[in-house]
């Protein structure tokens, strides 16, 4: 059965927690230890279930044509070319068959590699050297014993209950003689797989798609008969022989790919986990991120509509990092929802601050909005922080708010630096926004008299022209002139 995680529908499950009966996909678990199929589970803090990558995989009937490209891989036709090319060229004597037959073993071998290697999520062929080197050339006996075991069963049913049991008996051996290699592959026990139990429940378990890849593999198998047939009637015996070995390995390999990968997409009916191994590499648990385990906690507790918890996590993690503008984001989104005008006006001049970093005016005057509300008569007590807001409130057309939040800039801040910021700020307003040339040069010769010390003093002159032209105060223009 396929499951989507319960926090993010549309995303496969990876986890699964058998106590508070949830699953979780990776966004969910982004500290979980894919590798050592380590997980607690968010609610509980129990160890939850690995589900790999069973409810993802796409299915094999879908995935024909890369079953047809696999041995077409480096490494398979590496392995196929010295099996179907070395005993042609080997001598015609005992030593040569001796190589044939070493080969054949080695070739027999990465077959069923190719099987573990799939069913493990390894969707690339195993490497060159698993055909050659290590342990693991036993697989040939004892698939030659299941052979013989089976062809006894048939011979004991044909002895006890004459043709019919054996015809009945023959029927299953065929049927069952996909899941007998794939149990082989997977226990290297001669015992499972030619238990009549053990491949029933394999067969059970994996439904109606066994009997689609039997048929796969009947057509693959007739395909293989027939294409060798063609090479030998056709070709000369130098050519033949060679092309006929390389199409039964090639073929071979298809069909043990199909296996494996039929063993990886029902891992979760058969009893084990894997995952996708070729195309991702897990972090150790020590290189996580711990911000993504409180993001992921974020997330959920929203969804399963915690905002206090949500609101207290954010909270603490502010009191760590005071300017932490992902948390800033999180709170100012969730007080917003929330309509939270008092905890807004706690945290107002960090949300403010983040707003005006974003340059989002509307941001500004909806928290403005908010805190007037909580607060009649509100006023910004930072002069830096409102002269930045009021730059965003002018730059998004919002004139009345950006005049309201400079409103008596004099008085509360007498001494500041943003003084004359702040009121040609106003100026510009009062002319570019809303045509009150009288009112924007009396503010540009306030500051023409209060501020003669500040930088912007020397501009004044020029502003003040402008605004007796009722031309925008936009400043003296940029000069790229060499001094002398």
């Not at 984001?329 to 974003?358: F, S």
């Not at 805190?371 to 730059?395: I, M, N, T």
């Not at 926004?433 to 009112?439: I, L, R």
Request: charged letters at 15%; a neutral charge; one cysteine or more.
């Amino acid at each position: 059965m396929k499951h989507d995680c319960h926090y993010h529908p549309g995303n496969p499950a990876k986890w699964h927690c058998g106590e508070c009966q949830v699953h979780y996909c990776t966004r969910c678990m982004p500290d979980a230890d894919t590798r050592q199929r380590r997980a607690l589970c968010p609610k509980c803090s129990k160890a939850m279930r690995y589900m790999g990558a069973a409810t993802e995989v796409v299915p094999f009937w879908n995935r024909i044509g890369s079953f047809f490209r696999y041995p077409f891989h480096s490494d398979p036709l590496i392995v196929i070319a010295i099996c179907t090319l070395v005993p042609i060229v080997a001598p015609a004597n005992l030593i040569g068959l001796l190589i044939w037959l070493l080969l054949a073993l080695a070739l027999f071998k990465y077959t069923y590699a190719v099987i573990n290697h799939t069913a493990e999520g390894h969707l690339k062929p195993p490497s060159v050297s698993v055909a050659f080197t290590g342990s693991g050339f036993n697989i040939v006996i004892l698939q030659l014993l299941v052979f013989i075991v089976m062809g006894g069963l048939v011979g004991l049913a044909a002895k006890m209950g004459g043709p019919l049991l054996m015809m009945l008996t023959l029927a299953f051996v065929v049927l069952a003689l996909p899941a007998s290699i794939m149990v082989l592959a997977m226990e290297r026990s001669v015992g499972a797989a030619v238990n009549p139990m053990n491949l029933a429940v394999l067969i059970s378990r994996i439904g109606t798609p066994y009997f689609l890849l039997y048929g796969y593999l009947i057509l693959l198998l007739l395909a293989s008969g027939m294409a060798q047939d063609f090479a030998i009637n056709q070709f000369p015996l130098w050519l033949s022989q060679p092309l006929s070995g390389f199409l039964n390995s090639t073929f071979t390999l298809i069909l043990f790919n199909m296996l494996g990968y039929l063993l990886f997409q029902y891992q979760e009916e058969l009893g084990f986990a894997a995952d996708i191994q070729d195309e991702t590499s897990d972090m150790d648990m020590h290189q996580r991120d711990r911000s993504t385990r409180f993001d992921a906690d974020i997330d959920m507790n929203v969804k399963d509509g915690n905002y206090d918890r949500v609101q207290g996590m954010l909270k603490e993690s502010l009191k760590q990092n005071r300017l932490d503008p992902v948390r800033i984001e999180q709170l100012y989104q969730l007080l917003v929802a929330r309509n939270d005008g008092i905890e807004v006006y706690q945290y107002h001049p960090r949300i403010l601050g983040w707003l005006a970093d974003r340059n989002d005016g509307d941001g500004i005057a909806s928290v403005l909005a908010m805190l007037d509300q909580a607060e009649p008569g509100f006023k910004l007590d930072d002069a830096a922080l409102s002269v930045r807001c009021a730059q965003c409130l002018y730059h998004r057309g919002l004139f009345k708010q950006a005049l309201r939040l400079l409103q008596d800039f004099h008085k509360r801040f007498p001494d500041s630096e943003e003084l004359a910021p702040a009121y040609l700020l106003v100026a510009q307003t009062l002319a570019n926004g809303m045509n009150q040339w009288e009112k924007a040069s009396a503010f540009l010769t306030f500051i023409q008299k209060r501020c003669a010390s500040h930088p912007l003093h020397a501009q004044i002159p020029v502003f003040l022209a402008q605004a007796e032209k009722r031309e925008l105060l936009k400043g003296p223009k940029a000069s790229f002139a060499t001094p002398d």
